[in-house]
């Protein structure tokens, strides 16, 4: 019979459900997550980046017009415009730290016409114009009116030209001075640019510097060729300049891409090792309960001795099904068996009844018959003959009693009573045959274990049990009779040295009618059996041709004065 479902299946669909669950719900998290962390990365806290560093660059500007302001007010300035005049040495100092600065090239003078006539250098000066022969033009350069301020620029880098601006504002007139010409500060435009950079967010936001031109300069000052996809607008700083970014969380969010990938090749191996793993099982799970489903077919087939090959020890759910089996198996052969000797004893009682009062009757009309004619028989011969003929029928009268015995068998009234009692008086009633025989019996084990059974079926039993031992037995051999405890009942052994029985003799020994011996009558075994049945007991026999044979007797233990309940 083969199942529809395999429940080995049904678990292996289940668990890639829950593995694909487990996947997809970690990818839904995957994605929310970067999601949000995208969100928060071009949210307030970046809109708070992004305001602190255009006030940075702002800052920085007005820190520039703020030191123009100071050249281009002070009266002394439009002396470096004006030709012919000597600039005071004080004055020159002056303008000289002005121009010693880092973040310039240097400071320039411009006449009324815009031409460059004068210029300080500064420590970072180089290039055009402070080198002589360079050519240096403002020409196409955007311009931006911030108040009376003038940025000129950027000029980026071009052919290792310095990129830079020009913050520029009229001078103060003199006296006789129709146009005093300007001040400009030559400042780098990597002094500007680099204040765009952000610190933080672990790089994921780069901001770029946009020009009034329309150039798009990275915080280094080179101008970006390509437009980045996603640029997003930022604060303005003057007009026509302004702070753009984009956000570029890639390099955060790649590990956890390869950490989703690995994710996914795991859930994959897993899933693949599961199927392998749960087809495996499925094979031996197979197996195992064909074997199971052989057994139940056997049973059912009336096949009483199969059992199924099954360790010692249980591994697992399947081997205690399969112990469970094994002990049903023998529980209900067990049971069929007794059920069998029941219905068989029940029918050779009634026969053997009906047969001992059919023949005890005429038995003893022979016997008296037989023994008038042996007192007027002169004859010796004769004599000799009806007294052969009245041992017979003394036989025949002891069949007769063994068969009322079979037949009319029922458990006496038990009591509980020590075994040394039923061991004496049963040796002594076998003791004139084993003299006889030149038999002795040895009786050992606790004197004083008490059961609880009906005296005389046991002792009953024992005789028939010792009758079979010394009838088994040769001259000289020992007969042990043994009584030890076992759990909750008397163990009872009769031991033999003698010939032993064949296998196929000990299954059929117990059975009634049957016997080896020529004057035997094939019952013994089978009362003494019934006796202990009907007592609570249980007799088995383990004989090994050659050996000798052991007949054990299980009977409850009891307790004087202690109620006891019989395990029938």
Known sequence: ?????????????????????????????????????????SGERLEAQLAGTA??????????IYQL???????????????????????AELVRVEADSPDLYGILFFDGGNSLVNLVPGQAASGAPYWQGDP?????????????????????????????????????????MEDPGSVGLHVRLAAITERVRLEDLAGATRTYLRTPNGNLLTPAGHPLRDVPKGLREGPEILPGWRIDYEIEAGHILNPLRT????????????????????WRLARSLRRRVDQLVTGADALAGGDLQYRLGVQDQRWDEIDVLAHGFNSMANRLQQMMNRTIQSEKMAVLGEFATGVAHEVRNPLGTIKLTVQALGRKEPDQRRRELLNDVEDEIDRLNRV??????????????????????????????VEPESRERGVDINASGDSRLCIHANPEQVVQSLVNLLINAIQASQEDDIIRLRASTEGAFVRIDVTDHGCGMEPATRERV?????????????????????????????????????????????????????????HL
């Open 69 to 91: 302001e100071i050249l281009s007010s002070h009266p002394a300035m439009p002396l470096y415009v004006a030709d012919g005049m000597e600039v005071p040495e004080g004055i």
């Open 55 to 64: 006030n940075r660059v702002s800052a920085f500007i007005a820190n520039r």
């Open 136 to 176: 240096w033009s403002m020409a196409g350069l955007p311009r931006t009116e911030y108040g009376r301020t003038e940025i000129i620029g950027p000029h980026v880098p071009d052919d290792g030209e310095p990129g830079f601006v020009i913050i520029r504002q009229r001078l103060r007139s003199l006296p006789g």
């Open 400 to 429: 007769v009693s063994d068969l009322l015995t079979y037949g009319r068998a029922s458990a006496g009234d038990p009591s509980c009573f020590e075994i040394r009692t039923a061991f004496r008086k049963a040796t002594t009633l």
């Open 1 to 41: 019979m083969t199942p529809r479902t395999s429940l080995v299946g049904k678990y292996t669909v289940l668990s890639l459900v829950l593995i694909l669950s487990a996947v997809t719900g970690l990818s839904i998290i995957y994605a929310r997550f970067s999601d949000t962390l995208i969100e928060r990365l």
């Open 510 to 566: 117990t059975d009634p009618f049957y016997t080896t011996r020529a004057d035997g009558t094939g019952l013994g075994l089978s009362i003494t059996r019934q006796l202990v049945l009907l007592n609570g007991g249980q007799l088995t026999l383990t004989s090994e041709a050659g050996e000798g044979t052991t007949v054990t007797v299980h009977l409850p233990r009891c307790i004087p004065g202690e109620p006891t309940s019989l």
């Open 259 to 278: 950490a989703q990938l690995g994710m996914y090749a795991l859930a994959a191996a897993t899933g693949i090792g599961l199927v392998a793993v749960f």
